[in-house]
């Protein structure tokens, strides 16, 4: 069955950095596209950044764009985070999600099929 595991979370200064890691088994990782997402308590799961099959391409929230980076390494089967400049508004559980489709940008919940069981981030200020 398909996995998607998450790491690197964690408690972090404001303006402190941190990488999130997810790894992958069951499917053939190089032919979907990866996402991240976050949820903040009481709130809706949000979309963060995701980078098609190939990294050729990424698209980021305008909330983090500037200083978050996804990145993926096919040959690993890893999906990564990097998060810059953190904010306290960028606490949440941080999902990664896994979408067969291609040939645009995938941003919406709905469009994913696999997602990992999340990690959580608290930024203190």
């Known amino acids: 069955q398909v996995q998607l595991v998450e790491s690197g979370g964690g408690l972090v200064q404001a303006g402190g950095s941190l990488r999130l890691s997810c790894a992958a088994s069951?499917?053939?990782?190089?032919?979907?596209?990866m996402g991240w997402f976050r949820q903040a308590p009481g709130k809706e799961r949000r979309f963060v950044a995701t980078?098609?099959?190939?990294?050729?391409?990424?698209y980021y929230a305008d909330s983090v764009k500037g200083r978050f980076t996804i990145s993926r390494d096919n040959a690993k089967n890893t999906v990564y985070l990097q998060m810059d400049s953190l904010k306290p508004e960028d606490t949440a559980v941080y999902y990664c999600?896994?979408?067969?489709?291609?040939?645009?940008?995938?941003?919406?919940?709905?469009?994913?099929?696999?997602w990992g069981q999340g990690t959580h981030v608290t930024v203190s200020s």
């Open positions: 069951g499917l053939t990782f190089g032919t979907y596209a």
């Open positions: 999600a896994a979408s067969r489709i291609r040939g645009y940008i995938v941003r919406d919940v709905d469009e994913y099929n696999h």
């Open positions: 980078i098609t099959w190939s990294g050729g391409t990424t």
